[in-house]
T-cell receptor
Framework: AQKVTQAQTEISVVEKEDVTLDCVYETRDTTYYLFWYKQPPSGELVFLIR??????QNEISGRYSWNFQKSTSSFNFTITASQVVDSAVYFCALRTNNNDMRFGAGTRLTVKP | NAGVTQTPKFQVLKTGQSMTLQCAQD?????MSWYRQDPGMGLRLIHYSVGAGITDQGEVPNGYNVSRSTTEDFPLRLLSAAPSQTSVYFCASSYRWTENQRNTIYFGEGSWLTVV
């Protein structure tokens, strides 16, 4: 069975601090995709990144970076120099080839000015 | 370039009423799905479809029906609404799974449903 765990329910930081959101996943499939989505207060889900199981290269996009480690089944997300506009709920998700997509419970990030 | 469109955005129902949440996509995606989002539980898959005429159950299918008569539309029906179905509902679509690319799932803006 697939499972995604986001152990951090809520995180609060002050603007310009770095923050890492943790994601641990479980699957028996060898081929899968991992995702991060952002849900701002307005409610829509915004796609941030997709990673497939064969690509363990870390990725940096502006202030965002992702660390994918198959050895620990983790796909962590770091925001550098956080800003108030980063305040949102962030979801990690796992998709396998049975077209099932499982989400973590989400981490609510609050960035204070 | 509409993407995934859900209607209505907000709805209040009385216990026992029925209603249909509409979902349409214009990206020719084979895969469509419905999720519900409850506090502290992330998004849970209700039903999904991998093409017209094909539907399957997800994690939490009870109390909901779906059909997929066209590639574009995937309505979600609540047959007899219960307070436990108060939630935010998201429709999503994507290309069918392949090992190469295009496994990104696109979400609608959500439908807020309250059952009283």
């Amino acid at each position: 069975a697939q499972k995604v765990t986001q152990a951090q329910t809520e995180i609060s930081v002050v603007e310009k601090e770095d923050v890492t959101l943790d994601c641990v996943y479980e699957t028996r499939d060898t081929t899968y995709y991992l995702f991060w989505y952002k849900q701002p207060p307005s409610g829509e889900l915004v796609f941030l990144i997709r990673r497939n199981s064969f690509d363990e290269q870390n990725e940096i996009s502006g202030r965002y970076s992702w660390n994918f480690q198959k050895s620990t089944s983790s796909f962590n997300f770091t925001i550098t120099a956080s800003q108030v506009v980063d305040s949102a709920v962030y979801f990690c998700a796992l998709r396998t080839n049975n077209n099932d997509m499982r989400f973590g419970a989400g981490t609510r990030l609050t960035v204070k000015p | 370039n509409a993407g995934v469109t859900q209607t209505p955005k907000f709805q209040v129902l009385k216990t026992g009423q029925s209603m249909t949440l509409q979902c349409a996509q214009d990206m020719n995606h084979e895969y469509m799905s419905w999720y519900r989002q409850d506090p502290g539980m992330g998004l849970r898959l209700i039903h999904y479809s991998v093409g017209a005429g094909i539907t399957d159950q997800g994690e939490v299918p009870n109390g909901y029906n779906v059909s997929r008569s066209t590639t574009e539309d995937f309505p979600l029906r609540l047959l007899s609404a219960a307070p436990s179905q108060t939630s935010v509902y998201f429709c999503a679509s994507s290309y069918r799974w392949t090992e190469n690319q295009r496994n990104t799932i696109y979400f609608g803006e959500g439908s807020w449903l309250t059952v009283v």
